[in-house]
């Protein structure tokens, strides 16, 4: 005998209220829904208006949790334009004709919203302008390391009224300064002590250091370090004389080798 349910019994309405949370953290948006649900086999479901509802909501909540609170308007049309059409629920025996929603948000929530979001990227470009501004200094300490002559250049360039002897005087100390913060900064200093110091010396003295220090080198492995040593502080020889050219003595010794003949 096969049993056949009355139109009533196949197919329904269902409405819900219910709110659902946004990406945004604190703001909900506010649902009215409606639908109607169809029976499918012989075993229907007891409760299909629950089973419509629950599988609307489940996938309305997927869908606003990715959504800014402000954006109520394009959560609503998406998520109509999906429930538009005929979802099957193979499990339930049933299936979802269709379902409306329609999303609100409160004024109160939307002004603070936005206002949250200003103060985000209010921040955020706060934020960045500092990093660039880190950026900018970290490359103009590098560059005063190599030239501290560009801080003379900058001042000349931005405020020429205010540029004195006092001025001029106080660049050196500026220079120290930053170089002091360098990285291997007590070995450039200590660079400059001992070329102070081995500009002052006789030139024998200065050889005498530069083979001291070959020699220390060569005793701690660095070999290559004390030939170039030795390369860079190697007395210039005087040119020879080109070739055919005499000196003034042996000129004076032909003279007087002719006169004698």
């Known amino acids: 005998m096969n049993r056949t349910w009355p139109w009533s019994a196949r197919r329904g309405k269902f409405s819900v209220n219910f709110t659902a949370a946004s990406a945004d953290e604190g703001f909900r948006f506010t649902v009215q829904m409606e639908g109607q649900w169809r029976r499918r086999g012989r075993r229907p479901h007891h409760a299909p208006g629950a089973v419509a509802a ?3 909501i489940d996938e309305f909540k997927e869908m606003a949790a990715a959504c800014s609170i402000v954006t109520a308007a394009e959560l609503q049309h998406r998520t109509n334009a999906r429930f538009g059409r005929r979802v099957a629920l ?11 929603v329609q999303v609100y948000v409160s004024p109160e929530d939307l002004h603070a919203a936005q206002s949250r979001i200003q103060l985000r990227a209010r921040a955020r470009a706060d934020w960045e302008l500092k990093q660039l501004r880190v950026v900018q200094a970290v490359a103009y300490r590098d560059q005063l390391r190599e030239d501290p002559t560009l801080i003379l250049a900058q001042l000349l360039l931005e405020s020429p009224a205010t540029f004195s002897d006092q001025t001029l005087a106080m660049i050196p100390k500026v220079a120290a300064r930053v ?5 291997g900064a007590e070995w450039v200093q200590t660079a400059h002590l001992l070329n102070e110091w081995y500009g002052g010396l006789a030139p024998d ?3 005498f250091v530069i083979d001291r220090l070959c020699t220390v080198a060569r005793e701690f492995g660095g070999e290559g370090v004390a030939q170039r040593l030795k390369e860079a502080h190697s007395p210039v020889a005087d040119p020879p004389p080109p070739v055919g050219e005499s000196t003034p003595e042996g000129s004076s010794g032909s003279l007087s080798g002719q006169s004698s003949v």
């Open 205 to 207: 003295a200065k050889q």
């Open 54 to 56: 629950t599988h609307v």
């Open 90 to 100: 193979p499990g339930d025996r049933m299936c979802v004709d269709w379902a409306v």
């Open 179 to 183: 170089s002091a913060y360098a990285p």
